[in-house]
């Protein structure tokens, strides 16, 4: 199984990398658009800025490589970000895999705190991506910008108002939390999308 981690300068590449060689998995990092579309699973991982990021997809033409893969994709963080169709942060057009806006907390009590940063509660949670978790599970986040829970969210969490934490669409798996960062829990997550879908 040739598991691939798009490579664009993201800040959690290499704790990406760390989590799949845990579970028996060496990860090719690489930009090569063959390797990429020759890979059995794709993780687009993401820690950076959406505008700058985009530009730099654009430059190299994976942006339109991305939404044209057609094996299992997983996207983390800023990766789940880029895949929504417009992100408040640097007013950015992105990927359109899923037709949503990504939007930025806005705090509503003088203790909220933005970014987002710690562990919080999955709930409402569905679909393969996230079976065999026990209920509520914890998992670790670190954003300022969020996906309203819609049409494909799998898992929901609170921090402000209810948002996304995980969707899903076709072949597309999104996490808002960090999976490599989230213990025995990011771990299932990992082995699910790697093993299981």
């Not at 909220?112 to 999955?122: A, I």
């Not at 991506?129 to 929901?156: E, R």
């Amino acid at each position: 199984m040739k598991a691939v981690i798009i490579d664009y300068n993201a800040g959690n590449i290499r704790s990406v990398e760390n989590a799949l060689k845990r579970l028996g998995v060496e990860p090719v990092i690489t930009a090569d658009k063959r390797q990429i579309c020759q890979a059995d699973k794709v993780i687009f991982p993401g820690v950076g800025e959406a505008a700058t990021t985009m530009s730099f997809l654009r430059e190299r033409g994976l942006d339109l490589l991305i939404k044209s893969l057609t094996q299992p994709v997983l996207g983390i963080c800023l990766g789940m970000q880029l895949m929504c169709r417009y992100s408040e942060e640097g007013d950015t057009q992105c990927l359109g895999i899923f037709d949503t806006e990504v939007k930025r907390f806005i705090n509503q009590r003088h203790e909220d705190k933005v970014p987002h940063m710690g562990w919080n509660t999955l709930y409402n949670i569905k679909g393969e991506l996230l079976k065999g978790l026990p209920a509520n599970p914890y998992v670790y986040f670190v954003h300022s910008y969020y996906v309203p829970v819609g049409d494909y969210t799998i898992a929901t969490t609170d921090y402000i108002q209810p948002f996304s934490s995980a969707i899903q669409k076709d072949n597309f798996y999104a996490t808002q939390f960090h999976p490599e960062k989230s213990g025995s829990i990011g771990e299932q997550i990992l082995k699910n999308f790697l093993f299981e879908i």
